[in-house]
């Protein structure tokens, strides 16, 4: 869903106005068996079309999404991998639950002509970034957080009860990622020093699409010729604003988990404030704030990581060596 947000301040901030989504549709050949290249041909649009009516219907609540403080920190690279990681993972229990009931609903005639497996799906490439960030054993260290079993609760009812909603999901999230993807990873690979080899932001990379854009012109060509009547057209838009305040609840959350998070440690085992490396006691501030409300605990706490360091066992040692010797000079 960020993705989306992506494009459109990049739209906002060069002052282009955009072709319409859907003002080409394509068709599809292939290309030296690498994949399917597509090939765009001219379509006159209609208010009408469900693509422009997502276009409109959801536009509120899209600028609204993308001025959460969660967007606008990621935007500025102010993300700390904690934060990364968990946004990783509430994306893969979302595209779990979305890319299950497109299995289960890819023959329904209001969800076949979306079917694009192979392009698209998306959680086993999650599953791979999981596995970078957690280890072979990540499925026993993530779990589904509150707002994500929301969103995913919903994605599930949907398939099962009123698959033509899977539109306004399956539309929301991958032509977003689609979208900003790149600026996306591009983004998060700086900030939090991933390998430029692409390990940690597999999510981001479609392989089996040559063009983002004519795939998206395709995409919502298909959209606009499914035998849809009004009322339905009008139900998936407002599916599609439900997805945006799904995605919102996700982003909050993520916000105060955050909050939350005042220390990460160092593989010397260091506790460091923030992206600041060193020693805690370091900075002035967190100490005086910690000291203040914490009190012994606070004390007790910084002791014991001093203890775990190596640097801070030499300096005991040292201490100890030389108050020995103090005391022996004394006694003689």
């Known amino acids: 869903m960020m993705t989306w947000m992506i494009e459109n301040i990049y739209k906002k901030a060069s002052r282009i106005t955009p072709q319409r ?22 379509e006159k649009l209609s208010p009408e079309d469900l693509s422009e009516m997502l276009a409109a219907g959801t536009k509120e609540v899209h600028e609204k999404a993308e001025n959460t403080q969660f967007v606008k920190d990621f935007l500025k690279g102010r993300i700390r991998k904690e934060i990364f990681k968990r946004a990783t ?75 033509v909603l899977l539109v306004a999901h399956a539309y929301t999230r991958y032509m977003g990622d689609l979208s900003g993807g790149q600026v996306l990873k591009k983004v998060a690979q700086r900030a939090l020093k991933l390998p430029p080899t692409g390990e940690g932001l597999e999510f981001y990379c479609f392989d089996a699409i040559h063009s983002a854009k004519s ?50 440690v160092l593989d010397a085992g260091m506790p460091v404030h923030g992206a600041m490396g060193g ?9 005086a704030k910690m000291a203040a409300s914490g009190g012994t605990a606070y004390f007790c706490q910084l002791a014991t990581a001093v203890l775990q360091h190596p640097t801070g066992q030499v300096l005991l040692a040292t201490w100890f060596a030389a108050m020995a010797g103090l005391v022996a000079w004394y006694l003689m």
């Not at 499914?226 to 993520?254: C, G, P, Q, Y």
């Open 89 to 163: 993972v509430a994306l893969y229990f979302t595209y779990k639950a979305m890319e299950e009931e497109i299995e289960r609903n890819k023959e329904h005639p209001h969800f076949a002509p979306l079917y694009f497996p192979a392009e698209l799906h998306r959680h086993t490439a999650l599953a791979r970034d999981l596995e970078y960030f957690y280890g072979p054993e990540w499925q026993s260290q993530v779990s589904c957080t509150e707002a994500a079993q929301n969103y995913v609760d919903r994605i599930h009812q949907v398939g099962q009860e009123d698959p």
């Open 215 to 264: 795939f998206k012109q395709l995409y919502r060509s298909r959209m606009n010729e499914l035998e849809l009547d009004m009322e339905t057209k009008k139900r998936i838009v407002s599916e599609a604003v439900k997805a945006f305040h799904f995605n919102m609840e996700v982003f909050e959350e993520l916000e105060e988990i955050g909050k939350t998070i005042q220390e990460e």
């Open 279 to 287: 020693d805690i006691s370091k900075c002035p501030y967190y100490a």
């Open 21 to 42: 989504s859907s003002d080409k549709m394509e068709t599809t050949t292939t290309a030296n068996g690498d994949g399917p290249v597509y090939e765009e041909r001219e």
